[in-house]
């Protein structure tokens, strides 16, 4: 078991008083005057500050002789995806043109409303708009192989090829005679430091980001500009590729990602993310050192900026660059992801070791 640093104490109390979900999972509050122990996410009173100890996993808090809490349950798995939704995306992914109506669901046993607020919370969008982004994907990849945009409209189960229009331009931002670009696959991926937002081409992953990162949007927008792309949720081999890793990653027995990327950038922004690959697993390096091992001529505040722009978090590792003195420094992920991330690959190379 890896031992991992908790956030500020200010930040997780404010998360357990906003009951904030990026947080659940990451730590558990002990409440002194009680003996419970509780999710962030718990929708019990709040305690005081002061009656509030931090524990990084339920297993600590239980250790500390804290019970769990009946109402937020914490020895349970995190925001596990129920097994009917989980049979649900397996169905989906195997045939994305599937429609289902409120009474196929409830024939399975699935609650409409409850899978509304499912795909809302985990996917930002209806289960609705979430089958219409699949099948949409689908469509494009006929489009793009050559296909007619009658035979995309109909294979893919739409009733009427104005409808099928609207609703492609909408995703795309083109109409579907004119759908020359890419289309980047998305999907989420659970870590233990909260969800990653994935996604990939036909080259490799290009976009892997923490979902509550301050830039995201920035981030889509920019990507989709650059790849000249539509963003569609759905499964791609790349992705499953990178999950698989990342989770070994985050159990600490994979040291060097081989999945393979999409570094497309400027040609200094590319050179940048490259040399920061260099960088080995457990160590770190100032962005003075970056810099010149880049060459000299490039500045160090260019070779930082180039730092922050880089998309694909954790497997370009722009969490290894310090400050010269060894300090952390900003990180778009939140510096406390930053430090947890250093410690766990020194944590496991001492383990390493130890074996
Ligand atoms: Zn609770």
Not at 86 to 101: I, N, S, V
Not at 138 to 156: C, E, N, P, R, W
Not at 226 to 243: I, T, Y
Request: charge should be positive.
């Amino acid at each position: 078991m890896i031992e991992r640093a908790l956030p500020e104490p200010d930040i997780l109390y404010r998360a357990l008083v906003e009951k904030d979900a990026a947080y659940d999972g990451l730590f558990f509050a002990g409440i002194t005057t009680t003996g419970i122990f509780c999710r962030p996410v718990c929708t019990a009173r709040k305690p005081k500050r002061n009656h509030v100890v931090f524990y990084p996993s339920a297993r600590d808090a239980l250790l500390a002789g804290y019970r769990p809490c009946k109402v937020c349950r914490p020895t349970a798995p995190p925001d596990e995806t129920p097994q009917a939704v989980r049979a649900l995306l397996a169905d989906l992914g195997a045939d994305p043109t599937l429609r289902l109506k409120d009474a196929d669901l409830r024939a399975r046993g699935i609650e409409p409303a409850g899978l509304r607020r499912w795909f809302k919370k985990h996917h930002g969008m209806t289960f609705q708009g979430y089958q219409r982004a699949l099948r949409l994907g689908v469509a494009f990849g006929q489009l793009k192989q050559g296909g007619s945009t009658t035979a995309a409209a109909f294979d893919t189960g739409w009733e009427s090829l104005s409808g099928f229009g609207e609703a492609f331009k909408a995703l795309t931002g083109a109409a579907p005679s004119r759908a020359a670009g890419a289309l980047i696959t998305v999907a989420r991926i659970e870590t233990p430091l909260g969800p990653m937002l994935a996604g990939a081409v036909e080259g490799g992953v290009c976009l892997l980001e923490f979902v509550d990162r301050r830039m995201i949007e920035t981030q889509i927008m920019r990507l989709k500009k650059l790849f000249r792309a539509a963003l569609v949720p759905g499964r791609n081999p790349h992705l499953d590729r990178l999950a698989g890793e990342l989770n070994r990653y985050f159990e600490g027995t994979l040291r060097e990602f081989t999945v393979p990327l999409d570094l497309r950038g400027t040609p200094f922004q590319t050179r940048v993310w490259e040399a920061l690959r260099g960088i080995p697993y457990g160590a770190t390096r100032s962005y003075g050192e970056q810099a010149r091992r880049l060459g000299g001529a490039s500045s160090v505040r260019a070779v930082a900026r180039a730092n922050g722009d880089n998309r694909i978090a954790v497997i370009v590792p722009c969490h290894r660059v310090v400050g010269a003195d060894g300090a952390l420094t900003g990180y778009g992920g939140g510096l406390w992801r930053k430090r947890w991330l250093l410690d766990h690959e020194k944590a496991s190379l001492c383990a390493a070791k130890r074996r």
